[in-house]
DNA sequence: CAGTGGTCTAGACCACGCT
DNA sequence: GCGTGGTCTAGACCACTGT
């Protein structure tokens, strides 16, 4: 819709005006903003003409809306760092053999505050989960669903998915031994592969109705979704799709030239 | 906006029915929708209903919309693959010495397509630039701006800062120059630096006014928004912020952990 | 319960793209 | 000029969240 209308556009108006409020303040984060029908009144404009400046201001991320509680300036909320390099640390981790002391027993104390669902299945591969396997569609994957979250909070969703007959019989096919100490690059070692390798290819979407309703994600609000492959040489041995609220992190890759 | 009304929800119902039609290629990629009007009539609700259904699917990133023109399923494009991997091509390139031999040939034939606007200044570093390069607010940078367009169509926008006096009457600092073959890693090869390292920060967002007019985004169309930093070292030489519809890229990182 | 946002209607005027 | 979407009004009923 590139810019009909060269008049005032009240909406336009309306949000510009709500915009400059929160950015010096005087609506702090976190804080409602005037409801709909205040804003009617004092921008003398039709509830149609405030909505659409709401809805302005939520696709820029600056508003969030919650039936029944009103439209609130976005809370200043943690933004997790996703760098890559988080990859290489854990493999430091599991190559130093050092599971289990200090910097595990951190992991540890972190989790008190983690709980996590999780919901394990045999399944045949689809047609894109066998793609990025690069095997062959119907191939039987264990399919493992998990929900992450932070004192109670749902903060990511995410499927990962294994050979099924790399882990039949195994401790990591026993939804009971999650979350596994050192996360999957343990987990991989522990089955004899040693990680050489990840690819992630993030994408932005519209939320699902199941996502929305996993992560409690308010309107407005966006995810990002990666598509990650664990690769051991040339061979994928993992696949995982994860979903968070693509308020809440911050991706940063670091791409080695040496 | 989460979800109340458990009933039809008529808006839900009509974007339902379009979407299966743009999927099923009963309305080919590329084709207009019915009319705003035509939809009205075929699903007897009023224009509110129809237009909110129209920007779920433009939300969604099914459709778009040119005023005056229509709506119409989105074109399959071919997508552009980001991926890091880019750079290490870049690097051996020049590495190897082979400019302007076999592989720089096959890129000047494809940049025959190619036309890039360029606009080049000096400029005292902001607060986030300084932070970006680990300089003091306020060193002069050289910072170009650069529109590329392929077969004249706008492709992505780009701001790239160099430290001014590492670059201050050199052929670096001459507009004419560029496009300059073999691109930044070359450029940077010239001065005398050897990149070590990439950082890219991907984030996704609204198109700000100068980008819908700049790029020609259609309505409901966001784009990624890379922030890279390119290292020598510890020390960061080059910051760029690169603009792109993101319907047309598909980010790709390697993680590389051997 | 009152107040919030979510949905919907039935009008209206305007700027834009085509023919 | 006609049809397109962009904006705006003034109503209405509903579900959800609080008290």
Redesign the pocket.
């Known amino acids: 819709?590139p810019?009909?209308?060269?008049?005032?556009?009240?909406?336009?108006?309306v949000a510009d005006e709500l915009r400059r409020r929160i950015e010096a303040g005087v609506i702090p984060a976190g804080s409602?903003?005037?409801?709909?029908?205040?804003l009617m009144a004092e921008f003398?404009?039709?509830?149609?003409?405030v909505?659409?400046a709401?809805a302005l201001l939520r696709a820029e991320g600056l508003a969030l809306?919650?039936?029944?509680?009103?439209?609130y300036a976005r809370p200043i909320v943690p933004v997790r760092r996703l760098a890559s390099e988080r990859y290489r640390e854990e493999l430091e981790q599991v190559r130093s053999g050092e599971l289990g002391t200090s910097f595990t027993a951190d992991q540890r104390v972190d989790w008190s505050a983690y709980t996590l669902d999780k919901d394990f299945r045999e399944v045949p591969a689809t047609k894109v989960q066998a793609e990025l396997f690069g095997v062959e569609p119907g191939t039987m994957l264990l399919e493992r669903h998990f929900l992450f979250r932070t004192h109670g909070v749902p903060q990511q969703m995410s499927v990962s998915c294994l050979l099924l007959d790399m882990v039949a019989g195994t401790p990591v096919a026993d939804p009971d031994n999650e979350p596994w100490p050192g996360g999957n690059a343990s987990q991989l070692h522990s089955l004899g592969h040693t990680i050489t390798g990840i690819r992630e290819r993030p994408r932005w979407r519209l939320p699902t109705p199941d996502e929305v309703d996993a992560l409690r994600i308010p309107?407005g609000v966006h995810v990002v979704v990666i598509t990650r492959q664990t690769y051991v040489l040339d061979r994928v041995v993992e696949v995982a799709e994860i979903v968070m609220r693509a308020d809440l992190v911050d991706l940063d890759y670091w791409i080695d030239l040496t």
Chains 1, 2 share one sequence.
């Not at 809306?65 to 439209?71: P, S």
């Open positions: 819709m810019t009909p209308h060269p008049q005032p556009r009240r909406y336009r108006l409602l903003l005037p409801s709909e029908s205040t003398s404009v039709a509830r149609g003409t909505r659409e709401l809306t919650e039936v029944g509680r009103g439209t309107g």
